[in-house]
């Protein structure tokens, strides 16, 4: 008997209730992110977003139907874990927004990318199978072409379902971008420093129509920022130095500049090394154009 048998999607559970639905001596066992029960083919992840300060910090977070989650320190499960389809096991996620409170059950989670580090922890990427984001979502970033979708997943040892459903998921390598941004910008905007993850947009600095398939999914190619930015960026109006300062278009009306509160004051928090191609092209070919 599998110990998912019981359990109910989007239900939430805490962990006492687990250990007794188990039957486990305690909750010393699931007390941690990552849960291998003996003799299941069946892997648990336990990931909090907003952790107590004593603990580590990873970076978890969901974003639509894709969860973002770092690896353990210690590297123990990294490998079991991305070889997790391809060996037959399942891996099953139990999420909650802030520490103290009782986990939701999403079920089965797909290992749609990972980056494997030894200097920090492993970053994994993956896709909630029982979530389908909305179309309105969808429709907030350009959607990946299949073709797109396929070469970043087959980056995985998947088996032949799980990278069925992997790769019709539309829009898989713009939401890995984006998702990516958050996680190079620790989920704020790259000038003001705004959090709120519903108003940030994850825009390209060459555009998408203009990356080949390499620059489409890069990150560096890529800031997250609020809507008033994010659209002046994209229109060419604003743009930025390799030293991190703005660059305003002559185009855009002083008052205009006044009203969007666009001063001289503005710019990057960070410039990354990987970035600066890309801002170059966007001050050649994007500004004031």
Known sequence: MSLTDDLILNQTYSRHELARLWELGGIQGINRGVYTPANQRVIFLFVTRIKQKCLTQYNDYLDGDLLFWEGENGHGTDERIAAASSKGEEIHLFY????????????????????????????????????????????????????????????????????????????????????????????????TGVREPKVLKAGHIKPWAKSDVAEKVDHFNGLLLVPNLDSLFNEGLISFKDDGSVMVSNQLHHEDQRRMHITDNLHLRQVFTEAKPYLDFHRSVRFEK
């Open 96 to 191: 909650r927004e802030r520490h103290h409170s009782d986990f939701i059950y999403y079920g089965k989670v797909i290992l749609a990318h990972w980056h494997k580090r030894s200097d920090a922890p492993s970053e994994f990427v993956f896709k909630v199978a029982s979530l389908n984001i909305s179309d309105a979502y969808l429709q907030q970033e350009a959607v990946a072409d299949l073709r797109v979708d396929y070469q970043v997943a087959t980056e995985t040892a998947l088996n032949a379902i799980d990278k069925e459903i992997l790769t019709r998921s539309r829009g898989f390598a713009q939401r890995l971008f984006r998702g990516n941004l958050f996680r190079l910008w620790d989920g704020s905007c790259a000038v």
